[in-house]
Every structure is written in C-alpha cells, then in structure tokens.
C-alpha cells in the first residue's frame, strides 16, 4: 500500500486562500451594512431633535398664553421647568423635565428671533457647535 503526497483533489475542506477570500467576503458585508446603518441613526437622532423641538414649542406657546410673553433669554427654557418669579400668571410647570438633544447637549432658546419667528429653537446638531451646517432649527 502506498501513499500518494500528490493527490489532494480527493481531500475535503477549504484552503487556506479560500478561506481568506470568504473572511473578506464577509467583512467587506458588514462594513457595508455598517455604513448604511449609520446614516440611518443620523437621520433617526435628526427626527427626534425635531420632535422635541415641536413639543418645546408647544410649552414656549402654552407659557406665553399664560404669562403675557416668551421667556427672557436671560432665564431661558428653565422658566418651562420653575416659575421664574417674575410672573404671577405663572401656571407651570409647563414640561416635566427640559429635554436634551440626542447628542446630549441643551438645546439653544433665543428671545427674540433672529429670523422672523417669536423665538428661535435649536439643537446644535452632531457636531455640537452653534451655526453650522449641521443645526436643527425650528426656522429651518
């Protein structure tokens, strides 16, 4: 009986090349996927600043009904929180607790608008600084 170094067709199983080449396979899959979910997670963090600006707004409008106008800059969004003393009308709280943006930053009041609204509501978006491209803004 003799046995013959040479004949490998008739082993199963997978090379050493084919391995790798099924390894890149699959990596170059995941990093794929990968890329398209992160987009999707920009766009679902965008929709929630939205949404919580909306309801920030409600509040603000709710307050200035009540109060006779939009809270100072100087006070800010925590007069939706605690009276701000300066008001009698005061009927709050007017949001159970002020929202952070989905990156984890407060989002920016300012009183008045700078652009033809009664107040302007920002989020400073992903990037976390003021007056970029990628802000979140109730006049956009």
């Known amino acids: ?12 199983g997978m090379t050493l090349v084919e391995l790798i080449i099924v390894v890149v396979i699959i990596a170059m899959l995941v990093a794929a996927l990968g890329l398209g979910l992160r987009g999707r997670f920009g766009q679902a963090k965008e929709k929630i600043a939205l949404i919580a600006i909306s309801e920030i707004e409600g509040s603000l409008d709710l307050y200035m009904i009540e ?5 100072a800059e100087s006070i ?5 929180i605690e009276n701000p003393g300066d008001s009698a009308n005061w009927n709050g709280p007017y949001m159970k607790k002020m929202p952070l943006d989905p990156w984890q930053k407060p989002y920016i009041y300012s009183f008045p608008s700078q652009h033809g609204l009664d107040f302007d509501l920002c989020s400073a978006g992903a990037d976390g600084d003021e007056n970029t491209e990628d802000d979140i803004c109730n006049w956009k």
């Open 1 to 12: 009986m003799s046995v013959r170094f040479g004949d490998r067709k008739s082993e199963k």
């Open 67 to 71: 109060v006779g106008s939009y809270p």
């Open 76 to 80: 800010g969004l925590e007069a939706l």
